[in-house]
């Protein structure tokens, strides 16, 4: 389908932040053609007036696990190491072939409302992800949340070949739960597959304070010292969270090319820290911005990431000028998609996959427009997303979902898995 978006505002973060006036065209889930008004103009399916409205790349959630809507309101206020073993593992373990599905959908109504069109998405049952990522019409990277209690390396790698190169809106990287739930012979076999691939892994790391000092107690080196004398990190990756790093795990970050996924509501709630996300970006080392899971944050929300990425920094280093909009800006765009290795879809160019957003600048919260890329990270919220385009198909457009199903059928498909998962009614 060829679409034509005129009498647009375009912020394409393609090493810019300024805002041009124009045109923006889609022909086959790719970006087209962006600029002025030409007076030859090919035969159009559909166009679309932006109304002097801002379109701009897609946010892009580089860490979540989306499955874990069953979980929101139910393990509250509790440190990780309790929120996991009371109520997270417990409530998984009853979890049935199906399950996933239901649950994952609603998740992806909750992206594709606020913004987000692609997320890197790590739990069990990855058909069913797969499945309800391309019923909704979601971009969807799995990363694979191999441990000692749940599934192998062979299935890992029959999964990575399975799900790369068969979809347009599918992928699959090489990954693992965590330090604390992977045996290092498991790890080994891991890292023995990174290298025959050539591909990046991807983990939770350094959350915690506890889950580097049992792992210094352990093992004798940090989380990110211990992958890396394994040969995890050789071919990159990322670390989602890396809240408690050393400055020697930094330079191995750095020199072994691996991400940094903050997710700052999830931290916060379950009080595993700040991450040194400024420090990070000022080494040189891409960061990416996830939500975690609807269990602790409770939201998907970019906006109240963005705005919590900046604002934590300007505390944590008693500087207001730090960590300014536009740097948090790029992260939840660019810096995710190439943390994601969705390097198609980072920013608004010919030829890069049509990931697109349409901001209502029309809304009290974005006026005066006296400096609209700061305002996106401050003042902005889902409320002012008004179309979102996966691969040149609009799935959300003026609070309509198109999505062949409605609402009401996910809503209460999921509520139902969760009734069965908690034991009883959901209060």
Same mark, same amino acid.
């Given at each position: 389908?060829? !679409? ?5 505002r375009?912020?394409?973060l ?5 805002? !041009?006036s ?41 860490? @979540? ?16 190491? @309790? ?16 399950d ?8 992806? &109504? +909750? *992206? ?12 069990a049952?990855? +058909? +069913? ?5 391309e ?10 949340p191999?441990?000692d ?34 045996? =290092?012979?498991?790890?080994k076999?891991?890292?023995?597959? $990174? ?15 506890? +889950? ?35 400055d ?10 691996v991400?940094?996924? @903050?997710?700052?509501?999830?931290n916060?709630?379950?009080a ?7 420090? &990070? ?7 990416? !911005? ?24 300007k505390?944590l280093l008693?500087?207001?000028? $730090? ?5 948090? &800006? ?7 998609a ?16 049509a990931? !697109? ?44 979902? *198109?999505i062949? =199903? ?10 139902q @898995? ?10």
């Amino acid at each position: 389908m060829r !679409i034509r978006f005129y009498n647009a505002r375009i912020l394409t973060l393609d090493n810019s932040f300024d805002i !041009i006036s124009g045109e923006l065209w889609v022909n086959n889930g790719k970006i087209e053609y962006i600029g002025d008004k030409k007076k030859d103009m090919p035969i159009f399916d559909k166009t679309i007036n932006v109304e002097n409205n801002l379109l701009m790349p897609g946010f892009k959630n580089a860490h @979540t696990h989306s499955a874990m809507t069953f979980l929101r309101g139910y393990a509250e206020d509790m440190p990780l190491e @309790t929120w996991l073993n009371e109520r997270v593992f417990p409530s998984e373990a009853k979890l049935e072939e199906g399950d996933c599905y239901n649950l994952v959908r609603l998740a992806m &109504l +909750e *992206y594709i409302e606020g913004g987000i069109t692609s997320c890197m998405d790590m739990y069990a049952f990855e +058909e +069913e992800t797969v499945q309800a990522a391309e019923d909704i019409g979601m971009r969807v990277v799995l990363s694979d949340p191999m441990n000692d209690f749940s599934s192998s390396i062979s299935r890992q790698e029959e999964l990575y070949k399975q799900f790369n190169g068969g979809s347009e809106l599918v992928s699959k990287v090489l990954g693992f739960h965590a330090v604390y739930t992977t045996s =290092e012979p498991l790890l080994k076999e891991l890292a023995a597959i $990174a290298h025959k691939y050539k591909a990046p892994v991807y983990t939770h790391c350094s959350e915690s304070e506890s +889950e580097v000092q049992n792992c210094i107690k352990e093992h004798g080196k940090t989380p990110v010292e211990y992958l890396n004398d394994m040969g995890i990190f050789d071919y990159g990756g990322a670390i989602y969270h890396g809240v408690h790093l050393t400055d020697k795990d930094c330079e191995i970050l750095k020199q072994k090319n691996v991400s940094v996924v @903050t997710c700052p509501s999830s931290n916060l709630k379950l009080a595993s820290g700040i991450a040194s996300v400024a420090k &990070l970006a000022e080494m040189g080392i891409n960061v990416g !911005i996830g939500t975690d899971g609807p269990a602790s944050n409770n939201a998907l929300d970019m906006f109240r990431e963005m705005y919590l990425v900046s604002t934590l920094q300007k505390y944590l280093l008693k500087d207001a000028s $730090a960590m300014p909009a536009e740097s948090v &800006l790029k992260m939840a765009t660019v810096g995710s998609a190439r943390a994601m290795g969705l390097n198609d879809c980072d920013c608004l160019r010919k030829g890069k996959c049509a990931d !697109i957003i349409m901001l209502d600048l029309k809304q009290p919260d974005m006026q005066p427009e006296n400096n609209i890329v700061k305002s996106i990270v401050y003042s902005a919220s889902k409320k002012n997303i008004k179309m979102t385009m996966i691969n040149g198909n609009i799935v959300y457009m003026d609070g309509i979902y *198109y999505i062949g =199903e409605s609402l009401d059928n996910i809503f209460a498909a999921a509520t139902q @898995t969760a009734e069965r998962l908690k034991g009883g009614k959901v209060l």
